[in-house]
């Protein structure tokens, strides 16, 4: 148990049952380690929103269950997916909720991109996905697409925009990335961190067995590329190390790679976080 967490809290509680969806999540109730908490209802993450006959990663939206999605009261969904992506899966989110929905892309591991590892294992490029290189995949985001991550905390910290949301296509690298970097720089513990990125693989368990068809007859193992669909805690242990070390902490991060102020990320703090409930 962290110093100051909630005994009853429970990360995987965060999850929200909304039908046609797996991964969206309410990220209120972490603590910080200052005392404080994430405010719920302002702040969530989440797996793309789309239309029926989209991929399987994605969740489906539907008017019938549109009461679930008007609980969330979003004004804004920042969307991390690249334009490709977006053309080939077009967002329903801004349909379902009435929210604003801004594109801040993020194009590793998305086709056409030097870390396209899927396609690698297609083509016969590579024949293995493991934990080491995921970590060197989430390296190499932080490295190149600083200035999007900068402009994921400057909306987060402005109330006019709250609550807000998060998502990516799956919910779990570009989403899990940049959340396990804002939760950190707000004070949760490291532990509740890595759980929450880690929550990914729980929600959407066994994804790899849906591409087993692919792979056969390439030589690939399903359990040498299972990382690549998964969360491990490891990876975001050894990226948040990285972090320390190459930046000197998630705050350092923002501050000195992404152009933030002190003032940003105290508004940051001002915006998602509130007095304990505990």
Known sequence: ???????????????????????????????????????????????????????????????????????????????????????????????????????LPILEGGDG??????????????????IPDMVVFYETTLRRQSKVLGEVVRLLADKVNAPALVHCSAGKDRTGITVAMVLDALGVPRDLVVEDYALTQQFRPNRVASYADLFDGLGVALDDVRVLFESPPEAMEATLAHVDEEYGGSRSYFLEVCGLTDADLDALGDNLLGPSAH
Do not use: C
């Open 1 to 103: 148990m962290s110093p100051g967490a909630d005994p009853h809290f429970d990360p995987a509680s965060t999850r929200l049952s909304i039908p046609g969806t797996a991964n969206v999540r309410d990220l209120g109730g972490y603590p910080t380690i200052d005392g404080r908490e994430v405010v719920r209802g302002r702040f969530f993450r989440s797996e793309a929103l789309s239309y029926p006959g989209a991929g399987e990663a994605l969740g489906i939206w539907d008017a019938a269950h549109r009461e679930h999605f008007d609980k969330l009261r979003l004004r804004t969904v920042i969307d991390l997916r690249a334009p490709k992506e977006n053309q080939i899966e077009p967002s329903a989110w801004e349909e379902a909720t009435g929210a604003r929905v801004i594109s």
């Open 113 to 130: 991109s030097d870390t396209y590892f899927f396609g690698d294992l297609l083509s016969g490029k590579s024949t293995s996905f493991l």
